[in-house]
């Protein structure tokens, strides 16, 4: 009965390939969000979904493709990975809409090594 | 930037201490939330206060918010083993749930 989940949880991979990270949200919420969190444990946020549509996208380069089949996925899909790409991405989602406010529910996090 | 900035980083304390942490940040905001991140795990919710707040309460739990200083703090009282965990704060500045976390402060609680 998980709130938000992600796959997988690690991801080792190398410098060049493409890779996936699936996320689904089982709180009925409207918006999910993509955040990177690197070795300092700064938190930025990459992406924002609402009803299937982008509503963010924070200068993250365009290697970084968010997929949202419905509202309660979320995948991030990256190509052509780079050494700088390593950190943990949490996926999270919440309710929005004026004067909602709001809390948002992250997953575990996938830790990407690349080598 | 938008980014809040925790003070301190870290902080170490004796179980059954008052532990409290500051958020300061730059901009005007909508709401101001803290979060709570354990080891290897994501972030969960602790507590929400709007700009036209000044304190809320949740359990062993104190935040206050001082809009014209662009600061807020969270109190942990009778700190427990369990609350060692990061801490972040998280700015809203319009209301649609955009947040910028801060650079988080480090807690342990001494058994």
């Known amino acids: 009965d998980t709130a938000v989940s992600q796959t997988p949880k690690y991801l080792v991979t190398q410098m060049g390939n493409d890779k996936s990270i699936k996320c689904e949200q089982n709180?009925?919420?409207?918006?999910m969000y993509w955040y990177k969190q690197d070795s300092k444990k700064f938190l930025k946020i990459m992406f924002s979904?609402?009803?299937?549509?982008?509503?963010i996208n924070e200068t993250v380069p365009n290697r970084f493709s968010p997929k949202s089949p419905d509202k309660a996925h979320l995948n991030l899909h990256i190509n052509s990975l780079e050494l700088g790409d390593s950190a943990v991405y949490f996926c999270?989602?919440?309710?929005?809409?004026?004067?909602?406010?709001?809390?948002?529910?992250f997953g575990d996090g996938t830790r990407l090594s690349i080598l | 930037s938008q980014q809040g900035e925790e003070d301190p980083q870290a902080l170490s304390i004796q179980e059954g201490e008052n532990a409290t942490m500051n958020c300061s940040y730059k901009t005007s905001i909508n709401n101001l939330q803290w979060y709570r991140q354990n080891s290897g795990r994501g972030l969960v919710h602790l507590i929400l206060i709007r700009s036209n707040e000044r304190e809320k309460h949740s359990g062993r739990l104190r935040v206050t918010l001082d809009t014209s200083k662009k600061s807020s703090s969270l109190l942990i009282t009778a700190s427990r083993a369990a609350d060692t965990a990061s801490y972040f704060c998280?700015?809203?500045?319009?209301?649609?749930?955009?947040?910028?976390f801060g650079t988080g402060t480090r807690l342990t609680v001494i058994p």
């Open positions: 979904y609402n009803n299937k549509e982008l509503i």
């Open positions: 998280a700015t809203d500045l319009s209301g649609a749930n955009n947040l910028f």
């Open positions: 709180l009925g919420h409207d918006t």
């Open positions: 999270a989602s919440s309710h929005t809409g004026e004067g909602s406010n709001q809390p948002q529910h």
